[in-house]
């Protein structure tokens, strides 16, 4: 068969497109539909693309820009850093150069210091070498060859002042001895020459073991010597006691203050040259209580006595007597000073003695016009 005429195949495509055309009528509103949004989805992507893009520069822009500013802060903290460094090298030196100067200051400080200690104690060493020497020959020495420096020295130890009395070691002795002039003699004799007779005299009015209180102990052994006697003995003073014994109780405070149990009685209460020295201000304490004479801080004391003892129970004084005085530190008595004291009180024994001269004391009739005298007296509350 020869083949068709160019007429003829022209026919037979247009005879093809028409049978077609219903078939691909919707496929081509579906190509055309699926063409659109293909390219809106283009348009999107590439709007996308292109912020993508703007936003990816802007962020190198920012990177570069961090980069620049850390590089930036690197340079100026290296530089800060370098000039720290210097300045900590010069403050480090400067404090060297300090301690290296301190040390040598105190070790030169510390030698000078050696140097004194060491003259010091050389001259101290020297100083006691001499009176070391001077005690020595004095102690082989007869009494007549000692120094009068050295007697003073021995009187000032031997004194209420001295040594011993600065630890609250000094008792009051009866009779006071003086060394001075190539000799010792007899320079006082005291209240205490009579006094602790007559409180020792006491105690045989007492049981074996009898409980007593001894008021103003500090200066004296009469509470140690009682308890050596077996008396049960509470000692009480405002400044400490510094013996001890098995009997022997010690209270430091004022007897006006002093609160044992309430069911606790005694069989005697001392006041050995004790009552006139309260409430006046004597021996360091504070004046209080009023300081009339039998009537005042005195009086006080002695109605509290009358409180603790037991029934029978003896109140033994002692306390100057003569013309009524009063000083910051004791009540002169004098008669009728004494009964206002005493009142409410049974008057068992009353002695009194004189002091006629620095040395002599004498036993019988009150002291006469600018004479001293002591009264003593043993009492017991009185019963109504």
């Not at 070691?169 to 001895?177: D, G, Q, R």
Request: hydrophobic letters at 45%; glycine letters at 8%.
């Amino acid at each position: 068969m020869p083949p068709p005429s160019s007429s003829w195949a022209s026919t037979l495509k247009e005879l093809a497109r028409r049978l077609a055309k219903p078939v691909t009528s919707p496929l081509d509103g579906r190509v055309g539909d699926i063409n659109r949004r293909v390219a809106d989805t283009r348009a999107t992507v590439e709007q996308r693309t292109a912020s993508l893009e703007q936003a990816a520069a802007h962020g190198r822009h920012a990177l570069a820009a961090y980069a620049d500013s850390v590089a930036a802060y690197a340079r100026a903290a290296t530089e800060t850093n370098s000039f720290l460094g210097v300045e900590l090298r010069r403050l480090d030196e400067a404090v060297r150069a300090s301690v290296d100067s301190a040390t040598a200051a105190a070790a030169s400080a510390e030698r000078a210091a050696a140097a004194g200690e060491a003259a010091r104690a050389a001259a101290v060493e020297a100083s006691n070498d001499g009176l070391g020497s001077r005690v020595a020959r004095a102690a082989e020495s007869p009494l007549d060859q000692v120094e009068a420096p050295l007697a003073q020295l021995i009187d000032l130890a031997n004194g209420h002042t001295g040594y011993a009395a600065q630890a609250d070691l000094w008792f009051m002795p009866p009779v006071l001895v003086q060394v001075g002039g190539g000799e010792a003699r007899l320079s006082l004799v005291n209240e205490r020459i009579v006094e602790v007779p007559f409180a020792m005299g006491a105690l045989s009015r007492l049981a074996p073991a009898a409980r007593i209180v001894d008021v103003g102990s500090t200066e004296s052994t009469f509470a140690l010597s009682a308890a050596s006697l077996g008396f049960r003995v509470t000692a009480i003073d405002p400044r400490p006691l510094r013996y001890a014994h098995p009997n022997l109780e010690t209270v430091r405070g004022r007897f006006e203050d002093w609160d044992p149990p309430a069911d606790e009685r005694f069989d005697a209460v001392f006041l050995i040259s004790t009552v006139e020295h309260i409430g006046v201000g004597a021996y360091g304490q504070e004046a209080y209580g009023g300081t009339a004479i039998g009537e005042g801080a005195d009086r006080a004391m002695v109605e509290r006595v009358g409180e603790l003892l037991a029934p029978g129970g003896l109140l033994v004084l002692t306390t100057p007597v003569g013309t009524p005085d009063i000083d910051e530190f004791e009540r002169t008595y004098d008669s009728e000073s004494l009964d206002r004291l005493l009142a409410g009180f049974e008057v068992l024994e009353r002695c009194l003695a004189t002091q006629t001269d620095q040395l002599t004391w004498v036993s019988g009739a009150g002291p006469g016009p600018g004479e001293r005298g002591v009264a003593m007296v043993i009492a017991t509350p009185a019963t109504a």
